[in-house]
């Protein structure tokens, strides 16, 4: 495994020695320390550098509290809690989790961090289409969001 110094991690993570800093006090990325306790050396491994990543990439639709809750999530329901690797979407009410199952067909939406109304882990019965294009049936409409028919846009715009 490669490791990083702190230096390094900052310029690789697309990050800030501050954010570092948060990141270990809260315990949600913790570095490893090599060399003397006085003043040892800092190094942060691959994995981590991608995780801090993908944590900036979410802060900026989420606050650090929901992250904290989303990995919390992770943890309290025996899930890997690296975000990184998660299919995550973000929308209007909140972030939506797609937790992968055996086949397509045993995929579920799980809501992680939302408005007050939805509480958090709470499963959302849709089932995912086996092409995996995303949900089947008319799931935006039930959030509110607006539905486009493309076969009929595409009937539409074609030239005669």
């Known amino acids: 495994m490669d490791w990083f110094p702190r ?4 310029v690789l993570a697309c990050s800030s020695l501050g954010r570092l800093a948060y990141l270990e ?3 949600i990325i913790v570095p490893q320390r090599v060399g003397l306790p006085q003043r040892p050396t800092v190094l942060y491994s691959w994995e ?4 801090i990543r993908a944590i900036s990439r979410l802060r900026q639709h989420l606050s650090f509290q929901a992250i904290r809750k989303i990995i919390q999530y992770f943890d309290d329901h025996g899930f890997d809690r690296s975000l ?3 299919h995550l979407m973000i929308g209007p009410t909140g972030v939506t989790w797609i937790c992968p199952g ?6 579920q939406l799980v809501d992680l961090a939302g408005k007050r109304t939805s509480p958090m882990g709470q499963f959302v019965l ?9 949900p089947i049936g008319m ?3 039930a959030r509110g969001a607006k539905v486009i028919d493309i076969n009929g846009f595409r009937q539409k715009v074609r030239p005669r």
């Open 7 to 10: 230096r390094h991690a900052v």
């Open 48 to 51: 981590q550098i991608l995780e």
């Open 102 to 107: 055996g086949h397509a067909m045993s995929q």
């Open 139 to 141: 799931m935006p409409a």
């Open 84 to 86: 990184r690797d998660k």
């Open 25 to 27: 006090k809260t315990g």
């Open 126 to 134: 849709a089932p995912l289409d086996p092409c995996g294009s995303g």
